[in-house]
């Protein structure tokens, strides 16, 4: 007797959403992709390095990442960044913050005010961070730029904007600045959007235990 054939399964379709296209597909939750949303200065540093070797607008972009890290920008509040906002000569950045932020007015230190004042020089017109037609940068171009700057620093996880912001809020919060102060700095209208830098930094449990 014939072996009786065992039964093709059939084959699996897309899904089709109703208007007849094939849905995208399901974006990644960042918990799968990194096991955190904040980068180390130590990280900081490498992609600084990294921004600053590639393509031919290095300065512009390290300069770029320098300030975001360091004044804590959104990504939309750093490509809005006009140079009538910032006074080289007194080193001072008045923060224009987005989402119902409160502004404030930042020092600059020494590297920053190399970096603006050569990003003066190279890219004349009203805005900080500007394409060479003189217009700002687009918030996708910056997304671009520094996951790149990721990968040629070799980091293990893809990084975005984003997380030098929050590496701005816990290194402050690490080096021991009181919330409220951190808040200011931040422009968070919600103290709690604060806490959670400070509730998060390794120095609290310093001394929990002695050998």
């Known amino acids: 007797m014939r072996a009786k054939s065992k039964p093709v399964p059939p084959k699996r379709r897309s899904p089709i959403a109703e208007n007849g ?30 921004a600053g070797q590639v393509g031919r607008h290095g300065s512009r972009d390290a300069t770029l990442i320098m300030l975001m890290y360091r004044h804590g920008f959104r990504v939309s509040e750093v490509v809005a960044l006009r140079w009538d906002q910032i006074d080289l ?11 119902n932020g409160v502004p404030s007015t930042h020092p600059l230190r020494g590297p920053e005010l190399r970096g603006l004042r050569q990003l003066q020089r190279d890219y004349p017109g009203a805005y900080v961070f500007a394409t060479e ?8 171009t910056v997304r671009k730029m520094i996951a790149r700057a990721g990968e040629v620093a070799k980091l293990a996880f893809p990084i ?21 102060s951190l808040q200011q700095y931040l422009g968070h209208k919600n103290i709690q959007h604060t806490v959670r830098y ?3 930094a390794p120095d609290r449990f310093k001394n929990f235990w002695r050998d």
């Open 21 to 50: 296209k094939v849905p995208p597909p399901k974006r990644v939750p960042n918990s799968e992709r990194r096991t955190r949303e904040h980068l180390t200065p130590a990280e900081v540093e490498k992609i600084l390095k990294a």
């Open 133 to 140: 037609r003189g217009g700002p940068m687009t918030t996708a």
């Open 89 to 99: 000569k007194q080193g001072l950045l008045h923060v224009n913050r987005l989402k």
């Open 160 to 180: 975005h904007p984003h997380m030098l912001r929050h590496a701005c809020g816990y290194k402050l919060a690490n080096d021991g600045h009181d919330t409220r």
């Open 198 to 200: 400070t509730e998060l």
